[in-house]
């Protein structure tokens, strides 16, 4: 808003938008520029049927400035107003995408969707906020948020942060605290893996689990032994496998399960709630379904990949083809990805995001000799929404509204921004995808809108395809065209103590009236 505004107030009377069209060169970088009016800032959406995370209905639609003015069965509007026949089609919030790295540093490179790309990525393909992970400078966590607020200047659709932290001292317990209070970050991230580089003890995991406890921040772990995969991977190299199977042969299920299941146990010590991000095994899966079980406040959180692909891929002959699917944790064997979307459905996993983590052929060449130095990462921002429609509502494992809360709701709830994101209600953004069941999707490297030259997903079909995507208001993507500009992005600021927290306070005062400690004992008369 402040930059339509700032643009008005020049004078101008046309923003430069750069038009994508799905049918992009396989180069797929954004260079076809042209014109467009400003756009209305009155839309009417008529006709569809919106659909929420516990209720949908046949309704209109009316937007104003951004925001949801009003839902009813019939609205009369002026010729100023926009008008969208969503007539038979889903009308509903657009998605949030947990769990992303946009230029995003890592193992001696970066990845290659940026904020703009990875973002008007993302709008083609229904998602309408996400949230990075921001990675500390030298352990600063200021510096890391300084280096990521000036590289979402360029964004095009809303943001909000995430922090990895990654040492441990009281310079970094107090900046932490800045960046709950001042700066709208309510979730911190602890690498269990990653040895030698992003990876943390459990020392400084209570510590953090503790600090976040006390700011009403939400814990998160990336859940892997890193100790045991370094062994892992040292036994794959005197095996002699170098290739890409050799990454999911190092880091097996049961390292993924182990650490999940420490984590949940430290953060019961604690007593503070936990999410577990790309949970990617069913040993993994298990862990949390049982601390759920007991009353364990745990958030599980599965990715596309490892909903819809198995590790099959990493023994292609091909090298290309093989390093293009390795991640962390690994996509795992068949079977897993069944117990997975099973577990969605049940409510044993909460939501689904995606980990996109942009590599190219030419970076994932960089191991070629040595799986260990493969960088890490997949995509699936444009993806995601297709992808649990195709795969879990199609199939009548979830509901329509099931898929609204899984793909959109639930997040915005876990990270304390419902309704303002995440539902279709007046007064919420007017962040809105129309969805038609009836129509069908291809996935391609040649037209997707990522900068990336492979897919993981290539030439997968599917049922439900979306038609629209409205981002604050603005029409972004319709006929297969994506209407964007740099700068127009928002950061969301996220407040700490979600429901998560609600009860926490009394558990804990319940624990210490149990104790009968300490115990009033006579003094030794010697």
Known sequence: MGFTLHILSLSLTLTFFITLSASLSQSNQFCDAGTEGVPSSKLLIKGGTIVNAHHQQVADVYVEDGIIVAINPTITVGDEVTVIDATGKFVMPGGIDPHTHLEFEFMDTATVDDFFSGQA????????????????????????????????KKSCMDYGFHMAITKWDETVSREMELMVKEKGINSFKFFMAYKGALMINDELLLEGFKKCKSLGALAMVHAENGDAVYEGQKKMIELGITGPEGHALSRPAVLEGEATARAIHLADFVNTPLYVVHVMSIDAMEEIAKARKSGQRVIGEPVASGLVLDESWLWHPDFETAAKYVMSPPIRKRGHDKALQAALSTGVLQLVGTDHCAFNSTQKALGIDDFRKIPNGVNGIEERMHLVWDTMVESGQISVTDYVRLTSTECARIFNIYPRKGAILPGSDADIIILNPNSNFEITAKSHHSRLDTNVYEGRRGKGKIEVTIARGRVVWENNELKVAPGTGRYIKMPPFSYLFDGIDKKDAFYLNSLQAPVKRAKSST
């Open 121 to 152: 990525a993302a709008l083609a393909g229904g998602t309408t906020m996400h949230i990075d992970f921001v990675i500390p400078l030298k352990g600063s966590l200021t510096a890391g948020f300084e280096a990521y607020e000036k590289k979402a």
